[in-house]
């Protein structure tokens, strides 16, 4: 007897397993010639934010291509937390160079701005086509892409695994994204040599990201409660949570858990910062597959409107923003005392991770296991004091909620049910956290 929903679609009974080709170890960003060449690749765009254009990283990557024989061309103006503008300009770029490959240095934003410009280089068609519905129109991506190699400088997006690329959408003043398994990169080349010089918030705020990343995927609607697509093609990136899922996700939640302090807090911590890395990239493949759910769904307004706050974090661009990593980890105490009852099983298992005392507890305690775990870590870190510590208030309940509600890619993998009415109460409850 084939199960089936509330609307009496069928759900789902099966999940895959997709993530990139991944190379870890100091030094080998000096790999990157040879693995575009391995990959076909004679002319790539380099893609980087104008604050890595001569760094380290960058200049042995474009030594390294090319002594391998590969033309590299560098796209260095990469907006931190990329926009709808700043997208196009790299597509722009793409579409006149004649790339046959792409190289993302950097951040989330960096390797997400690289999908974006091989996708719409190679597969032509208006930016919002591809981007998810309701805000695009969420066509999938028809077929491969170029070869992608990326190269994180950061512990914290997992992007050099998973087939999302996330942008200000500015008009909505939100988040939104491209979500297909097209665009994961071709290899991600993850070098701990390239967080060295990664100051203390930025390594705290992505940190928590990579967190999060963990939390969510582990606890997000089982991929079997969800309705079945009508086609293979149709099956999401983001699939729910699932058995080897659980299992990148769990030891990224324990890694983190275990080095994200000393990481900030001693940049010659090598060790701690060689995990942070490694725990983003198994993050990724956890979330790249299971998918995040609320604590995403309600950071995309939170960093999207802070840009009209006059709030700044050092270490990022003197500009007001809400950095992604600390949008995300600000709604997240609420949103885990509210998705524990679905399963409380989880949710301590979260909190033992974390180094939590779960001895002796009940269900009932799941939540407010969890929530504390991660405010004391937030504590230790020197992150806001919820949203109020970032300048929002009871007045911007109403803007947060609508930003937040079109976010159906992400709000639909929630265990527990959520609508306008159950996102303003989190969102209130995330104004203060202690």
């Known amino acids: 007897m084939v199960k089936t929903n509330a609307m009496s679609q069928p759900l789902e009974?099966?999940?895959?397993?997709?993530?990139s080709s991944i190379k870890f170890g100091p030094g080998v960003t000096r790999e990157v010639g040879y693995d575009a060449h391995r990959l076909g690749a004679r002319r790539v765009?380099?893609?980087?934010?104008?604050?890595?254009?001569?760094?380290?990283?960058?200049?042995?990557?474009?030594?390294?291509?090319?002594?391998?024989?590969?033309?590299?061309?560098?796209?260095?103006?990469?907006?931190?937390?990329?926009?709808?503008?700043?997208?196009?300009?790299?597509?722009?770029?793409?579409?006149?160079?004649?790339?046959?490959?792409?190289v993302g240095i950097g951040g989330g934003s960096s390797i997400d701005t690289a999908k974006a410009a091989n996708l719409y280089a190679t597969h032509p068609a208006d930016l919002f086509a591809y981007v998810n519905a309701p805000v695009g129109q969420g066509l999938p991506v028809p077929g491969p892409l170029k070869p992608l190699i990326a190269v994180p400088t950061t512990s914290g997006?997992?992007?050099?695994?998973?087939?999302?690329?996330?942008?200000?959408?500015?008009e909505m003043k939100a988040k939104t994204g491209i979500?297909?398994?097209?665009?994961?990169?071709?290899?991600?080349?993850?070098?701990?040599?390239?967080?060295?010089?990664?100051?203390?918030?930025?390594?705290?705020?992505?940190g928590f990201d990579v967190l999060s990343h963990g939390l969510e995927s582990l606890t997000a609607m089982p991929y079997n409660e969800r309705g079945a697509p009508d086609s293979p093609l149709l099956r999401p990136a983001y699939q729910g949570?699932?058995?080897?899922?659980?299992?990148?996700?769990?030891?990224?939640?324990?890694?983190?858990?275990?080095?994200?302090?000393?990481?900030?807090?001693?940049?010659?911590?090598?060790?701690?910062?060689?995990?942070?890395?490694?725990?983003?990239?198994?993050?990724?493949?956890?979330?790249?597959n299971a998918g995040c759910h609320l604590p995403h769904g309600m950071s995309y307004p939170v960093s999207g409107m802070a840009h009209g706050l006059d709030f700044k974090v050092e270490g990022y661009p003197a500009v007001s923003?809400?950095?992604?990593?600390?949008?995300?980890?600000?709604?997240?105490?609420?949103?885990?005392?509210?998705?524990?009852?679905?399963?409380?099983a989880r949710h301590l298992h979260a909190a033992r991770l974390m180094g939590a005392d779960v001895s002796g507890a009940s269900p009932e305690d799941a939540g407010d296991l969890l929530a504390d775990a991660i405010i004391g870590l937030m504590r230790q870190l020197d992150?806001?004091?919820?949203?109020?510590?970032?300048?929002?208030?009871?007045?911007?309940?109403?803007?947060?909620?609508?930003?937040?509600?079109?976010?159906?890619?992400?709000?639909?993998?929630?265990?527990?049910?959520?609508?306008?009415?159950?996102?303003?109460?989190?969102?209130?409850d995330s104004m203060t956290l202690w």
């Open 45 to 102: 765009m380099v893609v980087t934010d104008p604050n890595l254009s001569d760094s380290e990283p960058v200049a042995v990557a474009i030594r390294s291509l090319r002594d391998a024989g590969v033309d590299a061309v560098l796209f260095d103006q990469v907006h931190i937390e990329p926009t709808d503008s700043s997208f196009k300009e790299a597509i722009a770029f793409a579409t006149d160079g004649g790339f046959d490959g792409y």
């Open 383 to 428: 992150m806001p004091n919820g949203l109020e510590g970032v300048g929002y208030s009871t007045d911007d309940l109403d803007d947060l909620v609508a930003g937040a509600l079109p976010q159906h890619r992400v709000l639909k993998l929630s265990p527990r049910p959520v609508g306008a009415t159950e996102l303003r109460q989190l969102f209130a």
């Open 241 to 288: 949570s699932n058995p080897i899922s659980d299992v990148w996700s769990t030891r990224a939640i324990e890694m983190v858990s275990q080095n994200l302090v000393r990481a900030a807090n001693d940049p010659d911590d090598h060790e701690a910062r060689s995990q942070m890395l490694l725990a983003a990239t198994f993050a990724g493949v956890g979330f790249g």
């Open 321 to 344: 923003m809400c950095p992604h990593g600390m949008s995300v980890v600000l709604n997240a105490p609420a949103v885990f005392r509210f998705t524990a009852p679905t399963s409380p």
């Open 13 to 19: 009974t099966a999940y895959s397993i997709d993530t």
């Open 179 to 206: 979500a297909h398994r097209y665009l994961r990169p071709s290899i991600g080349i993850v070098d701990p040599d390239n967080t060295r010089t990664l100051p203390r918030m930025v390594t705290a705020s992505s």
């Open 157 to 170: 997006t997992g992007s050099e695994t998973t087939g999302v690329a996330i942008f200000d959408y500015v």
